[in-house]
């Protein structure tokens, strides 16, 4: 205790020493960021990955769709997970990066489990959401205010509920969430609420409710049956190399895509009958 | 001969006096990297959030007073959406609320530890309060989630979420620090005001009410101030019972939503560099002018205090 | 009524309100543990967390935000030292001075969620550190800095004058009389304002979220050589700190006992910041008696 | 308070070859901020003798005492003008080193101040950053001093034992038993006994009077018995100024001038 602490006084430029010199690193290791919604899927990937590849790691970061864009297109991280097509975001050249689609991730309305409602159609989600139908009764059930939970305004999920239930229109402002999670507990535990969410995230709290009549199934997105579903994407930039490029190939191999991605609950892209383009044109996949 | 080395060493530079100038730099480098530190980050503050009014050209009374806060849209004339008022609204809402909650607690607490039974106070009421301020704040949400909000649904009504709850957990969470300030505040008023006053015949209650609080007014302000400063800059906590709509609040009950409830939300998902990042990060710059404001206050406050005195 | 029968109600008042006080806490520390304590388990401690599955554990976890936490007092104690001294004993009493103690102060209002996103801009990106355990640390460093230094400078100047004046007259320099004589004597109360910053810092979670980042690569506990890419010790793997995993798994967990894994780690995180807040009562108590004297002869 | 002259002042002057000057002062200027608080003080100082510094408080002698060793150096925004002169050098400038020169001007305060560390460590902290690491070295420096501050008997068991837990009069002595152990060719005390009882004041006057054989002190006073019990010379200060300077029995008995007068006589003060 005497002196010995002003040598602690020493240790910050230690540090900062050790950083400045390049601090090498046995192992190799890439970073992917973005989505969080795509997150549990890369890191249950990853995890797979490193048991057969001692040595070699995978890094993977939320911090949203955005976050993954900028920093791919950036060139910070090797990989940039993204809920939306890179051409949606302002502010990214989507021609330099290469987009990677991993799976499928229906998006289904979610609502109360008290209210008896078990089915809406397009139309009737849309008025909801856009603020013209404020009450219960208005659908047939009972008289109770109709609480709308959104999501974040540039979030994957909100992104593809309005591009394929409001169609163009502006959704109301109304009480906004940033995470599915606490969608999820506010859904749960608030009478009339309705809200929307990622199939990977439902469970017996809330209550899913068919559109049009369809279910919100798997089998129904891979016909595109139930159509409120997004591609999930991760983003290179430029063709991968290295370990890069076999992480990719090793996401997409029927290993992780029969195994972690079905058990997840997202739908593996090789599954789809299917295939859309953003502008909402269909084409059949023959396999 | 003697005589001689000791005028020698007079004239020497010492190791002392070296020595001196060894702590002197080191310890002025530790403040300068303190100071880099804090100019750092004004300027990436002030550079990514004043880009919105300079590089995108809106207009800082619309981002003051617009009510509709959707960056990525423009409005019929193609004026970008970004209007903060909801969020100005919702901060200084929670902020004064839980200032006017939390005020007569921590007064009351604070008379009973140094007024009434200092001993209690030191043994209990000291170590309790230093615990509130250890707890992390994403356990006050957690614990906001879990229980503030359906206490409020069932007890007000709608759906829980709002400034009402955003209160409640702002109100424990600047409670210790307002307390401690209060204390301050009141440990610096002169014992023999006190023993005057007493002696004069008033009752204890008197003398604390008409005395002592009298006499530390500028210094509880102060505590006041710095608490709201601090309920002004919390994020997890506020954001996970706040409800977070982006409307102006129209009562305590209704979702509404805070400048740093925004912040969090918005910052993953929007690019850097585009105006709903830029926008997101004037929202900061306000969240950084802020507790300036407060500490000018706080400043005025005790330059006043020190006056009277 | 009488001043007298005031003067019952008012103390009576008090009495109460200082009663609600202890009852908030004693209610917020039993909720947390009850709701969390039971699924406290010696496997949940030690385990290792699951992205989707049940029965996920929260051991690197822990280990991380113990490890970030050592890494930042490291960085940010010997700073904050250097700091406060020279507020407390070099610097001219003058308006600039008073700037930059005002300049500390904004600095320690700020919200911490700017201070993780000047975290990730500049450490993160800026620095090349990526998602790393050591721009985590370093953005609590930012964080924790100011309240450190108010700390340290409020501790030294509790220091009676006449202290540094037995120094400066036999003849040492200020930097020394600081040093030896003046630390120690503060050292008590630094040391309380250590462990509770350790405290706070512990449960950060704003600031770490992207910068200390939110995923944890599974650790090699057998090599704990720092420059190996799966050592515990590597300062420059992403760590998820028990704080972010509890927002985590709140926000977009989608595994099926999120309930339980974010209660059981709240109480966790609440037992640690209890036992620093004991710790630093402890300790500072020891050395005040111990440099004070006033102890019993052994 | 009366007015008198301050222009009317006897200043005995020591510099005649009989008497060996240890320390002397010209023209000495002290100011805070604006205000001077010592206004051109003249004084020399015999070796081996005690000089006691007295006056009325706010009559500015702890003031002149501080600036002999440079003490008000650390106070912000204090200008001392004027020579001090120690060994044909003059020590008030800045081609002095100031922490050298304090090695030799010691000096004990009016609070007793000990560190906060064991009484062994008071005495040999100075000592071991200045270079001295012997240990037996040491050991005999912590008995010398504290015997000839008087203070061995009491502590010699305790010496590893916080020096706060000693009793007022024991600190003092301790932390002139510090001062001592520099060898410092002088010694300024700032009041040292008038936070003491009677008894522990007698001591200390006592480890004086035993110290003055090897250190020329200069001591600050309020107590006018303590400066004709154990001064040699008194200097009586007023208002900032040097009034009267002599033989401590002329003052005593025949000052010479009015105000050392109404002052020894207890008409003010």
Known sequence: ?????????????????????????????????????????????????????????????????????????????????????????????????????????????????????????????????????TNW??????????????????????????????????????????????????????????????????????????????????????????????????????????????????????????????????????????????????????? | MKNDEIRASLLKRSRATKNERFGKILTGLCIAIILTVVLAIFYFVASKGLATFFKDKVNLWKFLTGTVW??????????????????????????????????????????????????????????????????????????????????????????????????????????????????????????????????????????????????????IITAVVFGMSRAFGEALAVQMVIGNAMLLPSNLISPASTLTSVLTMGMGNSVMGTLSNNALWSLALLLLIMPLVFNLIIRRIAKKGAMHR | MTPRKWDKVATTMLYLISGFIIVVLAFL???????????????????????FAA???????????????????????????????YLSEYAPKNWLTDLIRNMIEIL??????????????????????????????????????????????????????????????????????????????????????????????????????????QSSPPLDFSNWNPTYIASPLNPLRSAETLAVHIWKINSEGIIPDASAVSAGSSAILILFVLLFNFAARYFGNKLYRHLTGARERG | MEKYDRSQRYLKELDDGQHEIALSTDDLHVSYGTKEAIHGVSLAFERFKITALIGASGSGKSTYLRSLNRMNDNIFGTKVTGKIMYRGLDVNSNDIDVYEMRKH??????????????????ITFAPKRHGERRKAALDEMVETTLKQA?????????????????SGGQQQRLCIARAIAMQPDILLLDEPASVLDPISTATVEDTLLQLKEHYTIIIVTHNMQQAGRISDYTAFFHLGDALEYDETRKIFTRPKIKATEDYVSGHFG
């Open chain 2, 70 to 219: 959707n960056p990525g849209t423009t409005d019929a004339q193609g004026n970008p959406q970004v209007g903060a008022l909801p969020m100005i609204v919702g901060s200084f809402g929670v902020t004064f609320l839980a200032a006017i909650v939390a005020t007569p607690f921590a007064i009351g607490a604070a008379v009973f530890m140094t007024e009434i039974s200092p001993k209690v106070g030191k043994k209990v009421l000291q170590p309790v309060i230093e615990l509130l301020v250890g707890i992390p704040s994403v356990v006050y949400g957690f614990i906001g989630l879990s229980v503030v909000v359906p206490f409020v649904r069932r007890t007000f009504g709608g759906s829980g979420f709002g400034i009402l709850s955003g209160t409640f957990v702002l109100f424990v969470m600047i409670l210790p620090t307002v307390t401690s300030m209060t204390i301050d505040a009141l440990n610096a008023v002169p014992r023999n005001y006190r023993e005057a006053s007493l002696a004069l015949g008033a009752t204890r209650w008197q003398t604390i009410y008409k005395v002592v609080l009298r006499a530390s007014t500028s210094g």
């Open chain 1, 137 to 287: 009764q208005q659908l047939g059930g009972p008289d109770q205010t109709i609480v709308v939970i959104n999501r974040a305004q540039g979030s994957g999920t909100r992104d593809t509920f309005e591009r394929w239930v409001m169609k163009g229109q502006t959704s109301m402002q109304a009480q906004e969430q940033d995470s599915t999670g606490m969608v999820r507990q506010i859904v749960a535990s608030t009478p009339g609420a309705i809200s929307y969410m990622a199939f990977p995230y439902v469970d017996k709290t809330i209550k899913t409710i068919k559109v049009d009549g369809v279910s919100p199934t798997s089998a129904n997105v891979t016909t595109n049956k139930w159509q409120i579903w997004s591609y999930e994407h991760m983003y290179t930039n430029g063709q991968p190399t290295g370990l890069t490029k076999r992480f990719m190939a090793y996401v997409l191999s029927d290993k992780i895509q029969q195994k972690v991605v079905a058990e997840m609950g997202y739908i593996p892209v090789n599954d789809m009958k299917v295939s859309r383009t953003l502008k909402g044109k269909v084409a059949k996949i023959n396999s």
């Open chain 3, 108 to 213: 320690s209002s700020l919200p911490s969620v700017v201070v993780g996103l000047f975290g990730f801009l500049v450490f993160s990106i800026n620095m090349k550190l990526g998602f790393s355990i050591l721009s985590g640390a370093l953005a609590l460093t930012v964080f924790n800095l100011p309240l450190l230094t108010r700390k340290v400078e409020d501790s030294l100047q509790a220091v009676h004058y006449t202290q540094r004046e037995a120094g400066y007259a036999l003849g040492l320099s200020r930097w020394e009389t600081v040093t030896h004589v003046v630390v120690p004597a503060a050292l008590p109360g630094i040391l309380t304002g250590m462990i509770l910053g350790a405290g706070r810092v512990f449960g950060e979670a704003a600031a770490l979220i992207y910068t200390a980042g």
């Open chain 4, 105 to 122: 001007i010691g000096m004990v305060f009016q609070q007793p101040n000990p560190f906060a560390k064991s009484i062994y460590d008071n």
């Open chain 4, 150 to 166: 008087g203070l061995w008997e009491q502590v010699k068991d305790d010496l590893h034992q916080s020096a706060l837990a000693l």
């Open chain 1, 1 to 133: 205790m005497k002196k010995k602490w002003l040598y602690l006084l020493g240790l910050p430029a230690l540090t900062l020493m050790l950083t400045a010199c390049e601090f090498k690193q046995t192992g190799q290791s890439i970073t992917a960021v973005g989505s969080s919604a795509l997150q549990p899927l890369v890191e249950a990937a990853g995890d797979e990955f490193t048991k057969e590849n001692s040595g070699e790691f995978i890094n993977v970061q939320g911090g949203g769709s955005g976050t993954g864009l900028s920093q791919i297109q950036s060139g910070s991280v090797e990989i940039g997970n993204s809920d939306l097509y890179a051409s949606q975001k302002s502010g990214i050249d989507a021609s330099k990066l290469v987009d990677h689609k991993v799976a499928v991730v229906g998006v289904t309305p979610v609502i109360n489990p008290k209210l008896k409602l078990t089915n809406l159609s397009i139309a009737e989600l849309a008025k909801i959401f856009s603020g013209d139908i």
């Open chain 3, 29 to 51: 520390l039993l909720y947390i543990l009850i709701s969390g304590l039971p699924h406290v388990t010696w496997k949940f401690i030690t385990g290792r967390s699951s992205s």
């Open chain 3, 55 to 85: 029965g996920g554990g929260i051991g690197i976890q822990l280990f991380n935000s113990l490890y970030l936490l050592i890494l930042s007092m490291l960085i940010s104690i010997p700073l904050s030292l250097g700091a406060g001294i």
